[in-house]
């Protein structure tokens, strides 16, 4: 499978330049002008039109069960999805509650992807428990080839970890030279938070919100931070929401601790007032951490342009409104959470941030695919445009106009966050290892293309 593609303007997260791309065997063999290419090979013009690196989501769920419901996708709908919107590559979290085995798990989160995925994925695997038994485990699951572990400082007696295991795991982590991704709230406040305002009879999917307060998020990411100070562990925050929690994470930084920060688009582009719309409207945006009053957006966007903020992500979780979200109707604690985003990310992030001018085109490929590439042991295979990387290809046409709505997305859920937003800018054609996978906004992909990407442990 060969494929030339002329006349774009090649855009990374470092360059900038005109140049034609030739791909063969699944990988980028040559860039250049005027390339001698055999006679037969398929041809893309991308004159007017920006080649960028396919954009890589480190951050989403696929196959979730979550308070009695499970996520709706597949990987034959969310890797479709992806691909729609320009992600080649999608890193999902494996989530064992407390009692299942993690060996288990881990083959039967790979065997939802295995042969149904048309975009490239790999994981991060959860650990909801740490001993001598979980250890050896995770010492094979990363032989596999998943060196990146997640935890959760938050939902209690599920997934949350002690303080003690946390330790433990870290110390392990920074042994075996693996990153360590956390969800950080502080699992206990949010219980009694939850308490105290269903008992004052405060039901609706808008307080949600009081039950996380920035101070909750705050104390948690100081929390994982400190562990990660003393064990000199390598640290990924996911999805900070907030002005509070990045501040903690740029105090860590100062001092020398070895930690990464993702947010996701949902926070960047919506605000906590989405949650506060009426006749349980609100629902739809139930996420954890909620999201937050507007100003701490300016502190997002802020973070992603100083490069304190590493990557966006989108935390996909969706659930449908009707029949999953409305399950919570008369108790916010029982909404299941997620916004779903998988196939919005890439466009909406160019809209609201570069088309606004609050990131540079640089920013926004390297906080939406190489940064990921880089802290996952992906790069240079992918995150990037040179030879010897994988062709996977986003032909963008950043003049596109488009309207998002759930009528006519892939992602398979009855409701969009973004309905009727307009947007700009699109995936026009997108390769994955130079298969043609969306051909003017047409889906061509197939089920079973998408490769599992092992990965190695890296010294950061
Ligand atoms: O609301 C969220 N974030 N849902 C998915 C589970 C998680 O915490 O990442
Ligand atoms: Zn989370
Ligand atoms: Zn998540």
Same mark, same amino acid.
């Given at each position: ?23 063969? @065997? ?155 991704? /956390? ?169 609201? /941030?570069?088309?606004? @001018? ?103």
């Amino acid at each position: 499978m060969s494929l030339l593609i002329r006349n774009g303007e090649i855009i990374t997260a470092t360059d900038r330049y005109s140049a034609d791309i030739y791909c063969a @065997d699944e990988t980028i063999t040559r860039i250049g002008h005027d390339l001698d290419v055999p006679p037969d090979t398929p041809v893309i013009d991308a004159a007017g039109k920006w080649v960028v690196p396919g954009f890589i989501d480190p951050h989403v769920h696929i196959y979730l069960p979550f308070l009695g419901t499970y996520a709706k996708d597949t990987y034959e709908t969310a890797s479709r999805a992806a691909l729609m919107g320009g992600t080649t590559t999608l890193i999902e979290m494996i989530c064992p509650n407390k009692e299942q085995d993690l060996l288990e798990t881990c083959a039967f989160w790979q065997e939802q992807a295995a042969g149904r995925s048309a975009c490239d994925y790999t994981y991060h695997m959860g650990v909801p428990r740490f001993d001598p038994r979980v250890q050896a485990q995770l010492t094979e699951i990363i032989a596999q080839g998943i060196p990146s572990l997640k935890i959760f400082l938050a939902y209690k007696d599920l997934a949350h970890l002690s303080d003690a295991e946390l330790y433990a795991l870290l110390c392990f982590a920074k042994e075996a030279g693996v990153i360590v991704t /956390g969800h950080c709230e502080n699992a206990d406040l949010i219980v009694a938070l939850q308490q105290r305002l269903l008992q004052d009879g405060k039901t609706g999917p808008e307080w949600h919100y009081h039950s996380r307060p920035p101070a909750v998020e705050a104390a948690g990411t100081a929390h994982f931070l400190a562990f990660a100070q003393l064990t000199e562990a390598t640290v990924y925050v996911v999805h900070l929401s907030c002005r509070e929690a990045l501040q903690a994470t740029l105090r860590a930084r100062q001092s020398g601790v070895r930690a990464y920060v993702e947010t996701v688009l949902p926070h960047l582009v919506l605000d906590s007032t989405a949650a506060e719309q009426p006749d349980f409207e609100g629902a739809k945006y139930v996420m954890s951490p909620p999201l937050r009053p507007a100003p701490h957006q300016t502190a997002l966007w802020n973070g992603l342009r100083q490069g304190f903020i590493h990557t966006v992500a989108t935390d996909h979780a969706p659930f449908d409104f009707h029949g999953q979200k409305d399950r919570g109707r008369a108790d916010f604690t029982q909404i299941p959470n997620g916004i779903p985003s998988l196939e919005e990310r890439v466009k909406l992030l160019y809209t609201a /941030g570069v088309c606004q @001018d609050r990131i540079d085109v640089h920013t926004w490929i390297n906080c939406a695919s190489t940064q990921a590439a880089r802290l996952f042991g992906l790069y240079p295979r992918k995150g990037t445009i040179q030879p010897g990387a994988d062709a996977d290809l986003v032909i963008f046409d950043p003049h596109h106009s488009s309207v998002i709505s759930a009528a006519t997305h892939a992602m398979n859920v009855d409701y969009s966050a973004y309905e009727g937003w307009p947007v700009k800018g699109r995936a026009e054609t997108v390769t994955v290892r130079g298969k043609i996978v969306v051909e003017q906004g047409r889906y061509t992909g197939v089920p079973g293309h998408g490769r599992f990407l092992t990965r190695a442990p890296q010294t950061f």
